[in-house]
């Protein structure tokens, strides 16, 4: 059964900083396209980040240009989402997901596979 799980949420001041990671289980990573969505209670899921399959090309959303990196590292099968300068916008569960589609973007619509998320609180 294909699971991603992510991890590496938390509390934290603003300014502070995270990684989310995204690990999978029974799927390769690296032949995926993978993105990183937020949602807060009441609102639309938004997509934040992706990153491509061979190239990695990345995209990031406005909100977020300049603040957080999406990266891979294919030997641990594994996504990472830094996140720095973080604002108390950014509070929101924060999932990942993957599509073995050939779109790279950040409709939800495109993506397959999803985690359950993880909880990014920014507060003082």
């Known amino acids: 059964q294909v699971q991603l799980v992510e991890s590496g949420g938390g509390f934290v001041q603003p300014g502070g900083s995270l990684r989310l990671s995204c690990a999978a289980s029974?799927?390769?990573?690296?032949?995926?396209?993978i993105g990183w969505f937020r949602q807060v209670p009441g609102k639309e899921r938004e997509g934040v980040s992706c990153?491509?399959?061979?190239?990695?090309?990345?995209y990031y959303a406005d909100s977020v240009k300049g603040r957080f990196t999406i990266s891979r590292d294919n030997g641990k099968n594994t996504v990472y989402l830094q996140m720095n300068s973080l604002k108390p916008e950014d509070t929101a569960v924060y999932y990942c997901?993957?599509?073995?589609?050939?779109?790279?973007?950040?409709?939800?619509?495109?993506?397959?596979?999803w985690g359950q998320g993880t909880q990014v609180t920014v507060s003082s």
């Open positions: 997901a993957a599509t073995g589609g050939q779109r790279v973007g950040t409709d939800a619509d495109m993506y397959e596979f």
């Open positions: 029974e799927l390769t990573l690296d032949y995926f396209n």
């Open positions: 990153i491509s399959r061979g190239n990695g090309s990345t």
